[in-house]
């Protein structure tokens, strides 16, 4: 947890939980976001576009943006392949992770970037992924 009561994660554990996201996360993470605000979403998002550019990480966020792109678009969830319960590619998963993608997008962008992003930008991201991964 931080000094404001969120949990922390860092990019390397967000991207190692990504595989776990399971359909219900997924259901959860996609909730979160259409509740929240688009007007402040689109006013972060601004922010942290000047933030990549200015901080010269442009090239490495299009990379992990690329990454979590490719991942929503596998189609074995990473319990079938440990369990080998199901390798046939799975739609209804597959159109969740999808669904998930701008939310993810916004978390992995505030994780690269991290202070560069006022408070406010980084709350306004982030929301989404703590109501799903924290809350019963």
Request: hydrophobic share 45%; charged share 20%; net charge negative.
């Amino acid at each position: 947890m931080d000094d404001r009561g969120a949990p922390h994660l860092d990019l390397d554990e967000f991207l190692g939980m990504l595989p776990h996201l399971e359909s219900a996360d997924l259901l959860a993470l996609s909730a979160a976001y259409q509740e929240g605000d688009a007007g402040a979403r689109a006013a972060a998002r601004t922010e942290a576009s000047a933030a990549a550019g200015k901080s010269r990480l442009g090239d490495e966020l299009s990379r992990l943006q690329g990454s979590i792109i490719q991942w929503a678009g596998s189609d074995v969830a990473a319990s079938a392949a440990w369990t080998f319960a199901s390798v046939r590619p799975d739609q209804v998963l597959h159109d969740l992770r999808v669904q998930a993608v701008p939310p993810l997008l916004d978390a992995a962008t505030v994780l690269l970037l991290g202070p560069a992003l006022s408070e406010e930008s980084r709350d306004t991201l982030l929301r989404p992924l703590w109501s799903a991964v924290t809350e019963p």
